[in-house]
């Protein structure tokens, strides 16, 4: 079974700039996450989606954070414009959806902000 | 609001020692806690996970110890080698709302 495929998986961008993360969860999976992982920390839910609706997005910063999964597979993360405090681990996870399914988790886009 | 504390913050244990890490909750409708283990560079990892209706799980070398009075829980490494030198997280959730990670546990495991 193929894991969860994120990319890229590095990323220097300026402050003000743009920048869009890609995550690919494992087939089947109908349940997809985006975490912020700050170093020292344990990670953050920024979004979740069930197939291709939102099901939680209370912690994600509106003014700048977006993200979409279309047809209820791939998902795209955007930070717009990003600041010096976004730098951090940017992690994908799946799962089947069901109570109790563990989640899997990508190796995550690593995002410095100069 | 912190509602998973987990220490120590960084543990040294000698190879073949035990290696603790404890968290503690606050929400009492918390019903499903993960410990999830990460390397650098890589993406947490599911290690072990239990339920409260359990005090103890065991796989391999790794047991969890619940105390749903206490609404603690800790992680107990046996016979601890190099390759488990990795950072530790504790999490919890309800049903299907989403998993709240402790601050992590950063273990080193002396040759």
């Known amino acids: 079974e193929a894991g969860v495929a994120q990319s890229p998986r590095y990323k220097i961008i300026e402050k003000r700039q743009s920048v869009a993360f890609w995550c690919n969860p494992i087939?089947?999976?109908?349940?997809l996450y985006w975490y912020q992982q700050i170093l020292g920390q344990g990670p953050k839910l920024l979004i979740q989606?069930?197939?291709?609706?939102?099901?939680?997005d209370s912690q994600l910063p509106k003014d700048r954070f977006s993200a979409e999964r279309l047809k209820g597979v791939d998902s795209t993360l955007k930070i717009q414009p990003a600041k010096l405090e976004d730098s951090a681990v940017y992690l994908c996870?799946?799962?089947?959806?069901?109570?109790?399914?563990?989640?899997?988790f990508g190796d995550g886009t690593r995002l410095s902000i100069l | 609001q912190q509602q998973v504390k987990q220490s120590p913050q960084s543990l040294i244990v000698q190879k073949g020692g035990i290696s603790i890490i404890n968290c503690a909750y606050e929400?009492?409708?918390?019903?499903?806690f993960p410990w999830y283990q990460q390397f650098p560079g890589k993406g947490p990892a599911l290690l072990i996970a239990?339920?409260?209706?359990?005090s103890e799980k065991k796989e391999g070398r790794f047991t969890i110890s619940f105390n749903k009075s206490a609404k603690q829980f800790s992680l107990h490494i046996m016979d601890s080698q190099p390759g488990d030198s990795a950072t530790y997280f504790c999490?919890?959730?309800?049903?299907?709302?989403?998993?709240?990670f402790g601050k992590g546990t950063m273990l080193l495991v002396s040759p």
């Open positions: 996870a799946s799962s089947r959806g069901q109570v109790g399914q563990p989640q899997h």
């Open positions: 087939s089947g999976h109908a349940t």
């Open positions: 989606f069930q197939n291709n609706g939102v099901v939680d």
């Open positions: 929400n009492t409708a918390f019903d499903y």
């Open positions: 239990i339920r409260p209706d359990v």
């Open positions: 999490a919890a959730s309800k049903g299907y709302s989403t998993l709240t």
